[in-house]
Nanobody, 123 residues
Framework: QVQLVESGGGLVQAGGSLRLSCAASGRTFSNYDMGWFRQAPGKERTFVAA??????YYADFVKGRFTISRDNAKNAVYLQMNSLKPEDTAVYYCAAGPRGSAHDMGAMTCDYWGQGTQVTVSS
């Protein structure tokens, strides 16, 4: 089992920045590819970003604005979000998937999920 706990969400104005954190506990963190998804009201959960130990992957709509990173010593993964837009408003979820899943990570791929953190971007 892997337990994931997100933090760092909040309310920010358009153009602002937020940094989401996800703390992992349980099984060996480095054994997993890690990802971030988001879900807006009435919409499906959508892939945002993922990474292996060294490689990163992004949805087109966040490229150049969001950066995923991980610190294996701290069992943590982060999502730095810059130039935020109102359409980025959603609940953001941290997820862990098997090694090799990051390049095409989907909601069905992931084995473990956090509880989510709300991000609201005002116009």
């Amino acid at each position: 089992q892997v337990q994931l706990v997100e933090s760092g969400g909040g309310l920010v104005q358009a153009g602002g920045s937020l940094r989401l954190s996800c703390a992992a506990s349980g099984r060996t963190f480095s054994n997993y590819d890690m990802g971030w998804f988001r879900q807006a009201p009435g919409k499906e959960r959508t892939f945002v970003a993922a990474m292996t130990l060294i490689s990163t992957y992004y949805a087109d709509f966040v490229k150049g604005r969001f950066t995923i990173s991980r610190d294996n010593a701290k069992n943590a993964v982060y999502l730095q979000m810059n130039s935020l837009k109102p359409e980025d408003t959603a609940v953001y979820y941290c997820a862990a998937g098997p090694r090799g899943s990051a390049h095409d990570m989907g909601a069905m791929t992931c084995d473990y999920w956090g509880q989510g953190t709300q991000v609201t971007v005002s116009s």
